[in-house]
């Protein structure tokens, strides 16, 4: 069955940077196109950021555009998050997904990495 799992977030100042990872299993990883998205207490699931299935493209929301760049290494099915010049509004829970996440079955989510951005 599909297993993703995210890791390394953790604390950050605002201006600082973070490199999430997601090793992901059960699915031909390099078939699938893969996005990150997160949570913020009390509001929705927001997209930020997708890849293709080859690493040839990439697509990012405004809100992290600049900021954030995604990438993948099929070799070892695992995607990354290298986030730069941290705000205190990237505060939130951490998930990868098979892009478009509106394709993902609820058991398929992992349990994220928290990131909180504070001074």
């Known amino acids: 069955q599909v297993q993703l799992v995210e890791s390394g977030g953790g604390f950050a100042q605002p201006g600082g940077s973070l490199r999430l990872s997601c090793a992901a299993s059960?699915?031909?990883?390099?078939?699938?196109?893969m996005a990150w998205a997160r949570q913020a207490p009390g509001k929705g699931l927001e997209w930020l950021c997708g890849?293709?299935?080859?690493?040839?493209?990439?697509y990012y929301a405004a809100s992290v555009k600049g900021r954030f760049t995604i990438s993948r290494d099929n070799a070892n099915n695992t995607l990354y998050l290298q986030m730069s010049s941290l705000k205190p509004e990237d505060t939130a829970l951490y998930y990868c997904?098979?892009?478009?996440?509106?394709?993902?079955?609820?058991?398929?989510w992992g349990q994220g990495t928290q990131v909180t951005v504070s001074s």
């Open positions: 890849i293709r299935y080859d690493g040839r493209d990439t």
């Open positions: 997904a098979k892009d478009p996440i509106s394709t993902m079955r609820e058991g398929e």
């Open positions: 059960g699915f031909t990883f390099r078939n699938y196109a």
